[in-house]
């Protein structure tokens, strides 16, 4: 069980996303000396250290889950952004002028009557 946490076990052989800042500073944490040297002496305090550097692990996979899934929302965000400039704006522009358009015949429409 020991091996898994010493530097080549579970420590280093998380999946880490190449997406955003945060997951770049948790791979450079990851794959610093601090990482494993940090396991091994938690690993020296028996089952609390084991628990603690389990903790550790939990909280690092969660916070690697979060940031992929914040990226992927935000791309998901800017491709709606993207389908609105693309689709939406300009059929708005052009419901604008038709209904210009359509005021201007009322209007013209009005003028006729006056004149009969």
């Known amino acids: 069980m020991l ?3 010493v530097p080549g ?3 280093d052989s998380l999946p880490l996303p190449e997406i955003g800042a945060g997951a770049a500073l948790a791979q450079s944490l990851a794959t610093s000396t601090v990482g494993p040297a940090l396991a091994g002496e938690l690993a020296k305090n028996g089952l609390l ?19 992929a899934r914040a990226d992927r929302a935000e791309a998901a965000l800017a491709e709606l ?4 400039r693309e689709k939406a704006i300009p059929a708005l522009m052009e419901s604008a002028r038709a209904t210009t ?16």
């Open 3 to 5: 091996a898994a946490l």
């Open 9 to 11: 076990g579970l420590v």
């Open 49 to 67: 250290g084991l628990a603690v550097l389990a903790l550790g692990v939990i909280a690092y996979r969660l916070i690697l889950r979060e940031t």
């Open 81 to 84: 952004n993207r389908e609105i």
């Open 101 to 116: 358009d359509a005021t201007q015949a009322v209007k013209d429409m009005a003028v006729l009557r006056e004149r009969r």
